[in-house]
């Protein structure tokens, strides 16, 4: 696969093949309603429901409000999903991809590499007059093996360091970054030297994704090295991003190697407490803002 993405035509001629992917709905809204109630109402042909909260992550805790799943039970809920070892997996959410991230990026994580994000969502498929259904699939168990560790993870520590020597991006929404709000978190603002980067920027007018070199241009202007350029130089510290909790954070990890500047062997690093670990400890510095620092 030469993008993590994939467009409604092509997962449409998909469907038919003799290998059919195995499709993910993780619709889900920060506040609700639950995204199963959208399932419900209709989804893709096929599609298993996997629920954001309870199947995606772990108990809200220290470590956040959406901490990575134990290795056994992701393993649990993607072999009852159907998903086998080796088989290709499509996981869309209503629209811009930033929740199917998620998905994408934990079963990369998990060491299953033939996994995509549909371009679009769910709007985009029913827009294009495509079918849909009511029916719940009883899907056969799968056999997929979880191996965790195939994506960089940072902590808090490690998140402070990519912002003072590399790049370390913030996928929250401007007013949340400069810390106008915070309706969730203990604290408002961001960690010291982080950039905004919003997850509503991936994509256009039209919901879909923009184009990777739209995309390239875009993480340039924030500091973003391009690898394969020879006079670009490299961040020598990396490039890693967060968010609120370790969700939309994973479309920026998403995004950086749509752009190209990264890869899937060389992928940038999640902060995954992201902010909710961060800002739950007084200890820790606050800056807000405009400016990085």
Known sequence: MTS?????????ASLSEA?????????????????????????????VFLDLDADLAAPPGPGGRHPLPPAEDLQRVLRAAGIRDGAPVVAYDADNGSIAARAWWLLRWAGHDRV????????????????????????????????????????????????????????RAPERYRGDVEPIDPRAGHVPGARNAPFAAHTGEDGRWRA????????????????????????????????????????????????GLTSADAPAVLYAGSWSNWSADPERPVATGEAPA
């Open 212 to 259: 990777p070199s739209e995309l390239a241009e875009h993480f340039a202007g924030l500091g973003v090295p391009d690898e394969k350029a020879p006079d670009s130089g490299e961040a020598p510290g990396g490039v890693g991003a967060y968010c609120g909790s370790g969700v939309t954070a994973t479309s920026v990890v998403l995004a950086l190697e749509v752009a």
């Open 116 to 171: 995509r994000v549909l371009d679009g969502g769910y709007a985009a498929w029913v827009a294009e007059g495509r079918p849909v259904t009511t029916e719940v699939p009883v899907p056969a168990a799968g056999d997929v093996t979880v191996r965790p560790g195939h994506m960089p993870v940072a902590d808090a520590e490690e998140a402070a360091e990519l912002a003072r020597a590399g790049v370390l991006l913030d996928a």
């Open 19 to 47: 290998e059919p992917p195995v499709l993910l709905d993780v619709r889900w809204r920060l506040g609700g309603p639950p995204g199963r109630d959208d399932y419900v109402r209709g989804h893709l042909p096929g599609a």
């Open 4 to 12: 993590p993405l994939v467009s409604t035509t092509d997962l449409a």
